[in-house]
């Protein structure tokens, strides 16, 4: 369960809120980043596509059971660090989650460098939006 309700604000969505462990990875064909497309065949955006205006959302990878394709999220401190309301989505996931639930996250960015970012790779709250209606089918 969640940690406690969040409700909606400028920055976030409102939802129940999960503690996570957060990594990074980056659109490459190799068996650990596991290529350019999410779980349904979808080319990945990432959170500097987001950034760049080039995508109405940023994409991340976790447990395909908890959460179902296209769930919208909020981690409110990646939105303070880049001062935007950053849309995330559940649109990608990997042997690496099974069986996590909510205690994984990948976030997908650019470039191996930007999947350095410590800001990403830590522990860290995210709020899964009890409004759906901007969910990805």
Request: with cysteine.
């Amino acid at each position: 369960p969640g940690l406690r309700y969040e409700a909606a604000s400028r920055d976030c969505c409102g939802g129940r809120v999960y503690r996570t462990r957060g990594t990074a990875y980056y659109p490459y064909n190799d068996r650990m980043q596991g290529g350019h497309f999410d779980r349904r065949g979808k080319k990945l955006v990432t959170l500097q596509d987001y950034l760049d205006g080039k995508s109405d959302y940023a994409a991340v990878a976790m447990d395909s059971k908890v959460l179902p394709y296209g769930t919208a999220i909020c981690i409110p401190h990646l939105n303070k660090k880049y001062g935007a309301s950053i849309p995330f989505r559940v649109v990608d996931t990997g042997g690496a989650f099974r069986n996590k639930k909510t205690s994984r996250m990948d976030v997908c960015t650019r470039s191996k460098k930007h999947s350095r970012d410590a800001a990403i790779n830590r522990s860290f709250e995210f709020i899964v939006c009890e409004d759906q209606r901007h969910q990805i089918k």
